[in-house]
């Protein structure tokens, strides 16, 4: 499972009835979903210092992208620095979510961007349509549209990797890596090197309750409901877009030290989920109509796939929550992952421990690239 503003749990501290919404709701749910954030243990859990931090430079800058009749605002940044020796691409790609942004690669990305090495890297970090700083129209969001909007960004004439060709290289959390694999698997764009990021293939739903007939129908319509225009923003409201929720997340399954939610953090990601639109894309992600694949041994065959052909590191995280801690093990030894790291952290370590990240990463770019 990706990073997700709601951790679906079996044993139930909150439970989505019908009785709790209006009279047109009742007919969205025909059993009460239960939700609950995992707990995780945060012993020897480092905190953050102000090193992990530490502001850099970036480019801030936006990309037109049509699809369909739309033309979507893409925000996206730029990290790098003025150097003689030759450059490669990163391109860094957020976890989708509710929350999903720029900013949990911030550090990251300035951190690689100012080392000196034999190669000068450049990063980008982009939104995906419907999150982030991105536009967020009322599309019909589902993989095949961020697989689209992941291939026209990296190709476009215009765009900010369009100097890639046959180097890039892509960092990804949650169901990012998942959607660039399968699009690489496709054809639709060439890889240099991957890495995988507290790495998942299942929305929050599905990989809790899973996909029969009867739980797709009520996917559909919870989906249903929460774009329904008054009743989807009254049930976002009170689910995601408020304090309490979004820092219970932060606290429970996103970060693994509560110490390091700070009060800037939840109240930039309630903004966030306060954008027009905010609600569309994360109501595709919760039910499922985001993963890339319907199975763990669909999504082990995305890595084989790159055996002795594209490096690929993933990194996994001591304090994930069982389900997702279990995707990311089951890629330990597997086929085509020529690196796997286990790192501090649970759902978002690239945020929350962006020093330690940034190291792994930096490590996995100078093996792949500059020892040879």
Known sequence: MAMASLFISSSPSFTLSPKTYTKYQKAYFLKPFSIKASSTSVDQQPTISLADKQPFPFKANS???????????????????????????????????????????????????????????????VDWPGLGYSDRPKLDYNVDVMEKFLTDFISASDGPMKHSGKDLVVFGGGHAP????????KGLLKLAAIAAVAPTWAGPLPIVFGRDSTMETRYRLLRDSLRTPGVGWMMYNMLVSNEKAIGSQYRSHVYANPENVTR?????????????????????????LLDPVKSQEEFLELFADLDGKVPALVVSTKSSPKRSKAVMQALKGAKGVSKFAEVPGALLPQEEYPTMIAEELYQFLQESFEFK
Request: aromatic residues 10%; proline residues 4%; glycine residues 6%.
């Open 178 to 185: 998942t959607i660039t694999l399968c699009a690489a698997k």
């Open 63 to 125: 990309w037109q992208w049509k699809f369909q009749d739309k033309l979507l605002t893409i925000y996206y940044e730029e990290h790098g620095k003025e150097s003689p020796e030759p450059t490669k691409n990163i391109l860094m790609l957020p976890s989708i979510s509710d929350v999903s942004t720029v900013e949990e690669w911030r550090s990251v990305a300035g951190n690689i961007a100012q080392r000196v090495g034999k190669i000068n890297w450049r990063a980008v970090i």
């Open 264 to 288: 800037e953090v939840v109240d930039s990601r309630i903004a966030l989920t306060k954008r027009e639109g905010a609600r569309y894309a994360p109501a595709s992600f919760l039910t499922g």
